[in-house]
């Protein structure tokens, strides 16, 4: 009886942990279980953001599709999105808050929270009164590029 316990017991266990790695993911030493998509989905958004934060707007545009990186002009979605010149705007820190495939997995969207400061505003300190905050979601969808799939940022749609 105790046996049969603690078998159930290890299955139940083993079931749990598949379904925690399926969704989120874990690392057991070098080895990545699960989670692999959603992971470098959040990298790739959150390398986005730190191009943001240090305006590489040529590198920002790579996550787009290649046939159209050269038309999209990151500073106008910045200025549409924040409502403020780029050259205004400090990227303090940012999070990636989730990400969510839809039942097909070749669309992805990516909830990100940033915090920012007006710099033109007078009243720019080191204080958080002077922060704001903004949560966006950035969508992602399958392309095929070389015969291969990968992922592509929907650029206009996220910023």
């Known amino acids: 009886m105790k046996t049969k316990l603690i078998i159930f017991g290890v299955v139940i266990a083993l079931a749990g942990l598949s379904a925690f790695a399926y969704e989120y993911g874990i690392s057991v030493g070098n080895v ?4 692999s998509e959603k992971r470098w989905l959040a990298e790739r958004t959150y390398d986005f953001l730190e191009d943001l934060q240090f305006k590489d707007f040529a590198r920002a545009s790579t996550y787009h599709l290649k046939t159209t ?6 500073p106008e979605l910045i200025k549409r999105v924040f409502v403020m010149k780029h050259e205004n ?5 940012f999070e990636i808050q989730d990400v969510d495939f839809d039942r097909s997995g070749s669309r992805a969207r990516i909830r990100t929270k940033i915090w920012y400061r ?8 080191k204080s958080k009164d002077s922060q704001r905050d903004l949560e966006l ?5 399958r392309s095929e590029a070389k ?13």
């Open 32 to 35: 990545d279980i699960g989670g």
């Open 69 to 74: 990186q050269e038309q999209r002009d990151i």
């Open 89 to 93: 705007l400090d990227i303090i820190r």
């Open 118 to 125: 007006f710099l033109s505003d007078g009243r720019v300190t």
């Open 137 to 141: 979601m950035f969508y992602w969808f």
């Open 147 to 159: 015969g291969e799939l990968s992922w592509t940022m929907e650029l206009a749609s996220s910023l």
